[in-house]
T-cell receptor, first 110, second 115 residues
Framework: DQQVKQNSPSLSVQEGRISILNCDYT??????FLWYKKYPAEGPTFLIS?????DKNEDGRFTVFLNKSAKHLSLHIVPSQPGDSAVYFC?????????FGTGTRLQVTL | DSGVTQTPKHLITATGQRVTLRCSPR?????VYWYQQSLDQGLQFLIQ???????AKGNILERFSAQQFPDLHSELNLSSLELGDSALYFC??????????????FGPGTRLLVL
């Protein structure tokens, strides 16, 4: 039972354009949502998070949107840069346990 | 560099064997988390320790066990290994015992291959 789903395994975006990564969840008990970025041969790195009481959190080029009624969150990267090419994992927290999605591989092309 | 170290980086072993994966958390972090990432799967939370005590348990098999020592390093023991246990095993550390948990820092992982 996949409680956190990232339905797009891969995404290709041109440099300078917007990247939108999506994530859906099923457990209404999740109270905190996070995005992690992972380069090959490295562990995931925390990118940005949002509490369930908010609907938007922005940090530089990265913005996370949360739609609780739809149980959906998204990560926007504007403008996309080649260094953003990585696998992005969505994660959700309930009682301090993190549940991860399967990841979306973002490729930013020149 | 997250400050979390994991050894070994790679491990190849046979079915039925037992292995131990080691993790040293960032200096000052009291919480250690273990995750498993199988092929095409997200990271599965296995277990969390906080200051030597088990704090939370996820999808950890009975053949797997973990502990956190007084110096705060942690070991994940995998026994009676099966082919399906082949995966990347990540350790993460944090200085919080609960939420918010955005402060988890991941190590580079141990890649386990069971033949």
């Amino acid at each position: 039972d996949q409680q956190v789903k990232q339905n797009s395994p891969s995404l290709s975006v041109q440099e300078g354009r917007i990247s939108i990564l999506n994530c859906d969840y099923t457990n209404s008990m999740f109270d905190y949502f996070l995005w992690y970025k992972k380069y090959p041969a490295e562990g995931p790195t925390f990118l940005i998070s949002i509490s369930s009481i908010k609907d938007k959190n922005e940090d530089g080029r990265f913005t996370v949107f949360l739609n609780k009624s739809a149980k959906h969150l998204s990560l926007h990267i504007v403008p996309s840069q080649p260094g953003d090419s990585a696998v992005y994992f969505c994660a959700a927290s309930a009682r301090s346990k993190l549940t991860f999605g399967t990841g979306t591989r973002l490729q930013v092309t020149l | 560099d997250s400050g979390v170290t994991q050894t070994p980086k790679h491990l190849i072993t046979a079915t039925g064997q037992r292995v131990t994966l080691r993790c040293s958390p960032r200096s000052g972090d009291l919480s250690v988390y273990w995750y498993q990432q199988s092929l095409d799967q997200g990271l599965q939370f296995l277990i969390q320790y906080y200051n030597g005590e088990e704090r939370a348990k996820g999808n950890i098999l009975e053949r797997f066990s973990a502990q956190q020592f007084p110096d705060l390093h942690s070991e994940l023991n995998l026994s009676s290994l099966e082919l399906g246990d082949s995966a990347l095993y990540f350790c993460a550390s944090s200085d919080y015992s609960g939420v918010p948990i955005a402060s988890q820092y991941f190590g580079p992982g141990t890649r386990l291959l069971v033949l």
